[in-house]
């Protein structure tokens, strides 16, 4: 399903949320959305998803307006970060609920992902865990066979062994049955491999929309002796410094590699990191 955003802004105020956004999201893709805290990426979120009204401009899922429109919404499930469910309700309770709402959501599906975790069905929402909190959340997401998936902050309060398994399954779920998936999030390196195209947001507007091959194409790093590594820099466009001792590591902000000069000084190409690169396009 199509998404068009359209001349969108939205005002609270003196403060410009969201400022003329024009972006389309082509379906059956895993989107990063990416941006600092404040730069509008709720907001947007929100905005697709009928939850307040624009200023201005409109979105539109596969051509019509998503403005009360229950028919669209239907197709769309939305992850927020603070819980919306009942506190006094049981998990199994709050998965017989959503499909209410959802007629395709999938019980047995959410009660196997409810197990793959240790999720505890009979435990009340209050009585979760912030992290556990999450995963019901998450699982409750992928269980709605939504077309169209958004997860903000999907993993907070979870550890490194819970964030890992939960990526793999969004992952698993988007290959078994393709859909639009887009996951607002601050832990970009963990998502960069899952993740097939990035949308970045600053003060407001989208500044970047690219697939991640193609973002990371477009520089390297290069590590090696301090005294090399400058020499190879001189003239170049270069972000995220590190050093240890007399070794050092840059990102270099091109796509082609000067792979005789690096030779001579004795220097190692890497990959560039999504994160890196996202810190760079949003320094202000």
């Not at 009928?50 to 409109?58: D, E, I, L």
């Not at 902050?153 to 998936?181: S, W």
Request: aromatic residues 8%; negative net charge.
């Amino acid at each position: 399903m199509l998404i068009e955003i359209k001349n969108l802004t939205k005002n609270y105020r003196e403060t410009k949320a969201l400022d003329n956004v024009n972006i389309e999201i082509e379906p059956n893709k895993i989107y990063g959305l990416l941006g600092r805290n404040g730069a509008g990426k709720t907001t947007l979120l929100d905005l697709i998803t009928n939850k307040t009204f624009p200023t201005s401009g409109n979105v539109k899922i596969n051509g019509e307006l998503v403005t009360e429109n229950d028919k669209v919404l239907s197709n769309v499930f939305y992850m927020v970060e603070r819980n919306l469910y009942p506190e006094g309700l049981k998990v199994k309770e709050a998965f017989k609920w959503t499909k209410e709402f959802y007629p395709s959501f999938d019980i047995e599906y959410a009660n196997t992902l409810a197990n793959k975790f240790e999720l505890k069905t009979s435990k009340k929402i209050k009585e979760l865990s912030t992290g556990y909190k999450s995963i019901f959340k998450a699982i409750t997401a992928l269980a709605s066979n939504a077309k169209i998936i958004f997860l903000d902050e999907p993993v907070l309060g979870l550890d490194a062994f819970h964030r890992d398994m939960l990526y793999k399954e969004i992952l698993a779920n988007y290959i078994e049955e393709p859909k639009t998936i887009i996951i607002s999030t601050h832990l970009i390196e963990e998502i960069a491999d899952i993740l097939e195209d990035v949308i970045i947001i600053k003060e407001g507007k989208i500044i970047m929309k690219k697939p991640v091959e193609e973002i990371l194409a477009s520089a390297y790093g290069v590590a090696g002796e301090e005294k090399n590594v400058d020499e190879y820099i001189k003239g170049k466009n270069y972000i995220g410094v590190e050093t240890m001792g007399k070794f050092k590591t840059v990102t270099v902000i091109e796509e082609t590699r000067d792979e005789i000069l690096a030779k001579e000084l004795n220097l190692e190409f890497t990959k560039a990191e999504l994160q890196k690169l996202f810190i760079s396009l949003t320094n202000s």
